[in-house]
Protein backbone atom coordinates (compact mmCIF):
# COMPACT_ATOMS: atom_id res chain seq x y z
CA UNK A 1 0.00 0.00 0.00
CA UNK A 2 1.56 3.13 -0.87
CA UNK A 3 0.13 7.08 -0.59
CA UNK A 4 0.15 9.83 -3.00
CA UNK A 5 0.03 13.42 -2.21
CA UNK A 6 0.90 16.33 -5.02
CA UNK A 7 2.04 19.80 -4.63
CA UNK A 8 3.43 22.46 -6.69
CA UNK A 9 0.10 23.39 -9.03
CA UNK A 10 -1.15 26.76 -9.19
CA UNK A 11 -1.77 29.36 -11.67
CA UNK A 12 0.74 30.81 -14.45
CA UNK A 13 1.02 32.60 -17.03
CA UNK A 14 1.46 30.86 -20.76
CA UNK A 15 5.40 30.46 -20.59
CA UNK A 16 5.55 30.18 -17.29
CA UNK A 17 7.30 27.00 -15.70
CA UNK A 18 6.08 24.46 -13.01
CA UNK A 19 7.38 21.83 -10.95
CA UNK A 20 4.61 19.06 -9.18
CA UNK A 21 5.84 17.19 -6.85
CA UNK A 22 4.09 13.93 -5.64
CA UNK A 23 5.81 12.53 -1.94
CA UNK A 24 4.82 8.51 -1.37
CA UNK A 25 4.90 7.42 2.04
CA UNK A 26 6.24 3.55 2.71
CA UNK A 27 9.26 2.19 2.35
CA UNK A 28 8.58 -0.05 -0.82
CA UNK A 29 8.46 3.43 -3.25
CA UNK A 30 11.35 2.44 -5.49
CA UNK A 31 9.42 -0.63 -6.82
CA UNK A 32 6.73 1.13 -8.12
CA UNK A 33 6.38 2.20 -11.83
CA UNK A 34 4.78 5.69 -11.70
CA UNK A 35 2.80 8.00 -13.99
CA UNK A 36 1.80 11.49 -14.28
CA UNK A 37 -2.00 12.24 -15.31
CA UNK A 38 -4.14 14.92 -15.88
CA UNK A 39 -7.65 15.76 -16.38
CA UNK A 40 -9.37 18.77 -17.93
CA UNK A 41 -12.91 19.59 -17.18
CA UNK A 42 -15.50 17.33 -19.43
CA UNK A 43 -12.38 15.11 -20.88
CA UNK A 44 -11.11 11.80 -20.14
CA UNK A 45 -7.96 11.85 -17.58
CA UNK A 46 -5.20 10.98 -19.41
CA UNK A 47 -1.43 9.90 -19.51
CA UNK A 48 1.27 12.71 -19.34
CA UNK A 49 4.48 10.79 -18.70
CA UNK A 50 5.50 7.49 -16.78
CA UNK A 51 8.75 6.42 -15.07
CA UNK A 52 9.87 3.23 -14.53
CA UNK A 53 10.81 2.47 -10.78
CA UNK A 54 14.67 3.04 -11.32
CA UNK A 55 14.39 6.25 -13.32
CA UNK A 56 15.79 4.36 -16.46
CA UNK A 57 12.81 4.24 -18.68
CA UNK A 58 10.73 7.48 -19.57
CA UNK A 59 8.25 8.12 -21.99
CA UNK A 60 5.61 11.30 -22.46
CA UNK A 61 2.62 12.14 -24.24
CA UNK A 62 3.33 13.78 -27.70
CA UNK A 63 1.94 16.93 -26.72
CA UNK A 64 4.28 17.81 -23.45
CA UNK A 65 7.75 16.30 -25.48
CA UNK A 66 10.36 18.54 -25.18
CA UNK A 67 8.78 21.02 -22.53
CA UNK A 68 7.89 18.61 -19.78
CA UNK A 69 10.40 16.05 -17.41
CA UNK A 70 9.70 13.33 -15.14
CA UNK A 71 12.33 12.32 -13.14
CA UNK A 72 12.03 11.18 -9.27
CA UNK A 73 14.47 10.57 -6.16
CA UNK A 74 13.90 7.17 -4.66
CA UNK A 75 15.85 7.90 -1.51
CA UNK A 76 13.09 11.43 -0.99
CA UNK A 77 9.92 8.47 -2.19
CA UNK A 78 9.36 11.55 -4.55
CA UNK A 79 8.63 11.97 -7.97
CA UNK A 80 8.52 15.08 -10.26
CA UNK A 81 7.32 16.36 -13.59
CA UNK A 82 8.92 19.52 -14.45
CA UNK A 83 6.65 21.51 -16.99
CA UNK A 84 8.07 24.56 -18.65
CA UNK A 85 6.99 26.58 -21.59
CA UNK A 86 3.30 25.98 -20.79
CA UNK A 87 0.22 26.76 -22.54
CA UNK A 88 -2.98 26.91 -21.59
CA UNK A 89 -3.84 23.71 -22.87
CA UNK A 90 -2.12 22.21 -20.12
CA UNK A 91 -4.73 23.51 -18.04
CA UNK A 92 -6.15 20.56 -15.72
CA UNK A 93 -6.10 19.20 -12.29
CA UNK A 94 -2.52 16.69 -12.70
CA UNK A 95 -2.17 13.40 -10.81
CA UNK A 96 0.20 11.13 -10.03
CA UNK A 97 0.15 7.36 -9.79
CA UNK A 98 1.84 4.43 -8.73
CA UNK A 99 1.92 1.13 -10.35
CA UNK A 100 2.80 -2.74 -9.50
CA UNK A 101 2.77 -4.21 -12.95
CA UNK A 102 6.24 -5.44 -13.82
CA UNK A 103 5.83 -5.25 -18.41
CA UNK A 104 6.58 -2.67 -20.84
CA UNK A 105 10.07 -1.58 -18.99
CA UNK A 106 8.06 0.37 -16.27
CA UNK A 107 6.16 2.62 -18.32
CA UNK A 108 2.53 2.29 -18.71
CA UNK A 109 -0.02 4.81 -20.67
CA UNK A 110 -3.47 3.32 -19.33
CA UNK A 111 -5.01 5.04 -16.37
CA UNK A 112 -6.13 1.10 -15.77
CA UNK A 113 -2.73 0.04 -15.04
CA UNK A 114 -2.20 1.79 -11.90
CA UNK A 115 -2.88 1.05 -8.12
CA UNK A 116 -2.70 4.23 -6.41
CA UNK A 117 -3.83 7.42 -7.09
CA UNK A 118 -3.23 11.41 -5.53
CA UNK A 119 -5.54 13.81 -5.01
CA UNK A 120 -4.45 15.80 -7.63
CA UNK A 121 -3.52 19.24 -7.74
CA UNK A 122 -4.62 22.12 -10.37
CA UNK A 123 -2.36 23.33 -12.59
CA UNK A 124 -3.96 26.39 -14.30
CA UNK A 125 -2.36 28.51 -17.42
CA UNK A 126 -3.17 31.94 -18.83
CA UNK A 127 -2.77 33.49 -21.97
Known amino acids: QVQLVESGGGLVQAGGSLRLSCAAS????????MGWFRQAPGKEREFVAG????????DYTDSVKGRFTISRDNDKNTVYLQMNSLKPGDTAVYFC????????????????????WGQGTQVTVSS
Open 97 to 116: AASIRRYNGGIYYNRREYNY
Open 26 to 33: GRTFSTYN
Open 51 to 58: ISWSGGNT
